[in-house]
């Protein structure tokens, strides 16, 4: 699977419901928007510009990248996460994690929780969000989070699959044991380091009897511009040739963050993926 991210900006000018057309019409699989609502600069909510997304596109699958888990209680996740997967036919992909930025919750009001206590919220999240949409009057009681005889109607007529962003071994460990897929960044687990954290989800997942789809979020930008440390850049050719030395890491998946036009970007990404898959 080939995903293209789109910027969240709300600045003037900016399009990314037309975005992610113009991804649909080039062949990607999926588009995925991050989690970041408090700021400086104008920027859409992510859940609320995703499905202006689904309802603007009929193919592409649409992404969190990644819902930090504080921000919203995790039985609404899973109702609002029942909602999009419906309306759009089944294409919601729920990227979740435990958290990132402390000053964004500190900002909002939400309190900071400990390291230990973002990985202890992010697992009892996937719990009751799991729990709810499958079984019938839940009841869930963690250190975070609990829910009394819940009721959820409908439940997904489809699996939704859940991808988390981790990184440190405890959160690892569990998306090995709970998700059905890992997306680390790149600025965060370079190739080699995201190579060996990599090792403990599949290990982590092999002793759980299950399978995880390893996707790796990269920004990239194709052309003649030079680019800083950090950003997979150069020809169509010499891009596709560092991001197949990605996929002998075990990626299989990516997310390419374009930077520069987006449009510009997302055709001559559109090659490159084209490289990817012949190769």
Not at 38 to 51: H, I, S
Not at 127 to 133: A, P, Q, T, V
Not at 224 to 240: D, H, N, Y
Request: charged fraction near 20%; proline fraction near 8%.
């Amino acid at each position: 699977m080939f995903g293209l991210s789109l910027s969240t900006s709300a600045a003037p000018g900016t399009d990314p419901v037309g975005d992610a057309r113009a991804a649909e019409e080039l062949g990607f699989d999926f588009v995925s928007a991050s989690d970041h609502p408090c700021g400086t600069e104008p920027t859409y909510e992510v859940w609320t510009l995703l499905t202006w997304v689904a309802a603007a596109t009929s193919r592409v699958q649409v992404a969190t990248r990644v819902l930090g888990m504080p921000y919203r209680p995790p039985a609404m996740v899973a109702k609002m996460a029942e909602s999009l997967h419906r309306f759009s036919g089944g294409r919601l992909i729920l990227g979740l994690g435990g958290g990132y930025s402390d000053d964004e919750f500190r900002a909002f009001g939400l309190g900071v929780p400990s390291p230990p206590e973002k990985v202890d919220g992010m697992v009892e999240g996937i719990h009751i969000i799991r729990g709810l949409w499958s079984e019938p009057a839940f009841t869930f009681r963690g250190s975070r989070y609990h829910t009394e005889n819940a009721e959820l109607e409908p439940k997904p007529e489809r699996p939704i699959p859940i991808w988390l962003g981790t990184y440190g071994a405890r959160a690892l460990e569990a998306t090995g044991r709970l998700a059905d897929g890992w997306i680390p960044s790149y600025g965060f687990a370079p190739p080699a380091h995201a190579a060996r954290l990599r090792e403990r989800v599949l290990a982590a997942a092999e002793a759980s009897g299950r399978t995880v789809n390893c996707v790796y979020n990269v920004p990239v930008h194709v052309g003649g511009s030079q680019m800083p440390e950090g950003i997979v850049s150069g020809s169509a050719e010499e891009v596709a040739e560092r991001l197949l030395t990605f996929t002998g890491l075990g990626f299989t998946s990516m997310n390419l963050t374009p930077t520069g036009d987006f449009r510009q970007q997302a055709e001559r990404l559109a090659d490159v993926v084209a490289i990817l898959r012949s190769a």
